[in-house]
């Protein structure tokens, strides 16, 4: 039964990455907000390849310098086709400076991220932390009234919902989802190596799927491999030493001797998207929206641009004396964010699919697309400065501007 209401101007439901972002906008953009956050049951061992839009972002909510110096700058992705197939593609390299950047973007430890969003959230006036768990949500024509689980009752005008990929919040706001299922795993494992990375991303094409290294401080680097969940499972079950000398041999020793670092993930691969991101007064951000798989470093970027665009249509509703969870502001919201989670999604669906596939004809096509992007400069340079700030969506976070 819902009965004792404390009224909120917005609640976040959820504290990982994409709610402790959007938390920090609103506050910052003069609402009061409170975020309820459940625990995560285990560690996590991901890191983010934040691209420089998200990084500008952080930067400009007073986050980035909390955790710059645990960042590795992208200055180069390299993209190796090692599917040993007939048709195979050329060696591309990406590098940042022929696009006028210092850096792609920067790869940090989720678990440094997250530290960083929650000690600058703690530090605003109009900010409020509730460790807890949402247990039901009611919307109705004025406002949500949500129930925590054993503790006090809320009620928001807004609920951003950020509680990942199994969301109450779209549940409660009657959002259907579409969701497909890979046949694949990505294993995620942190590594020390004898040589250096030189900033550099390297992506090798395989058969299963990408196999991904990613620069970290110093002579560290993370690896997301997304392979067969049965070949998945037959590396988790391998002792360190042997892990690492089955991740020198995939890496043809580009990094020299591998030390596999404690915590291993298991992630099976899959794509949903909301039917809608916001309804019934409730706005969906991060996975609650959308689920990617890990390749080309794009869900978490996504999600923070979620986080900027629903604290930039709540704060300019609130400033022009409007509902900031009314059918305007949602609706806004919902269009503002459909066309990049839109683009992304089948972007990174398409060239998984193209890796997977044995039909010679897509083999061909994915290795003279790869081509293309090797040899003709101008493709290649529209796709980077598209990769790091897509022309659909520039919150102005992502521009430097504060809200
Ligand atoms: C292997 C791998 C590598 C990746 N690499 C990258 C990358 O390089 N770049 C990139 O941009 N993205 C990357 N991603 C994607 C990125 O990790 C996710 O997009 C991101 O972690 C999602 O953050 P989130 O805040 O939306 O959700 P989550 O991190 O899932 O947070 C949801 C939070 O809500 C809480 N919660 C759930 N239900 C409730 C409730 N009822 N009440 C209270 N709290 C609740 C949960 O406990 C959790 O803390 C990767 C993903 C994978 C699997």
């Known amino acids: 039964m819902l009965n004792k ?33 459940r625990r995560p049951a285990a560690g996590d061992n991901r890191t983010t390849a934040l691209l420089a839009g998200s990084a500008t972002a952080l930067a400009t909510l007073g986050v980035w310098e909390l955790c710059a110096d645990k960042a590795a700058p992208l200055k180069v992705m390299r993209i190796v ?25 920067h790869n ?21 932390l509730i460790e807890g768990e949402a247990f039901e949500l009611a919307p109705d024509e ?16 807004l609920i951003v919902g950020a509680d990942g990929r199994h969301s109450l919040c779209r549940e409660a706001a009657g959002i259907a989802i579409e969701t497909r299922d890979y046949p694949q795993v990505a294993l995620t494992v942190c590594l020390r190596h004898s040589r250096p990375h030189h900033d550099t991303s390297t992506e090798f094409h395989t058969p299963g799927g990408p196999f991904t290294l990613v620069p970290l401080p110093g002579q560290r680097s993370s690896l997301v491999w997304v392979l067969d969940p049965a070949d998945a499972d037959a590396l988790i079950a391998l002792d360190d030493g042997e892990l690492s000398d089955e991740i020198e041999r995939a890496s043809h020793s580009i990094l020299g001797k591998i030390e596999v670092e404690p915590g291993r993930g298991r992630f099976p691969l899959t794509r949903a998207t909301a039917r809608r991101f916001a309804r019934n007064r409730i706005a ?11 390749i080309g470093a794009q869900g978490l970027n996504l999600g923070l641009r979620d986080a900027a665009a629903i604290a930039e249509v709540a704060v300019a509703a609130r400033r022009a004396g409007r509902d900031i969870g009314g059918f305007n502001a949602l609706a806004q919201y919902d ?19 193209t890796l997977l596939s044995d039909f010679l004809p897509v083999q061909g096509a994915r ?26 969506s520039q919150p102005r976070l992502m521009r430097g501007e504060p809200i």
């Not at 101007?9 to 609402?31: D, E, H, K, N």
């Not at 989720?110 to 960083?116: D, I, K, Q, R």
């Not at 683009?343 to 990174?348: C, K, N």
Request: charged share 25%; hydrophobic share 45%.
């Open 81 to 105: 086709d090692d599917t040993g197939r007939l048709w195979r593609a050329p060696e591309v390299k990406f590098e940042a400076r022929e696009i006028g950047l210092d850096a792609f973007g």
């Open 142 to 157: 004025h406002g949500v009234t949500l129930a925590l689980k054993g503790r006090e009752t809320l009620r928001a005008p």
């Open 5 to 37: 209401h404390v009224r909120q101007s917005v609640i976040v439901v959820g504290g990982g990455p994409a709610g402790l972002t959007a938390a920090i906008a609103l506050a910052q953009g003069g609402i009061d907000t409170v975020l309820v956050g």
């Open 335 to 353: 269009r503002l964010r459909r066309a990049d989670i839109g683009s992304r999604t089948l972007a990174v669906d398409l060239l998984n699919r």
């Open 367 to 392: 290795g003279l697309g790869l081509y293309m992007l090797d040899h003709i400069g101008p493709i290649r340079r529209a796709l980077m400065r598209e990769g790091v700030a897509p022309r659909a």
């Open 108 to 128: 940090i430890e989720n678990c440094h991220l997250v530290e960083a969003l929650e000690r600058r959230a703690r530090a605003l006036a109009n900010f409020r």
């Open 284 to 294: 969906l951000v991060g996975e609650a929206a959308h689920v990617i798989p890990p």
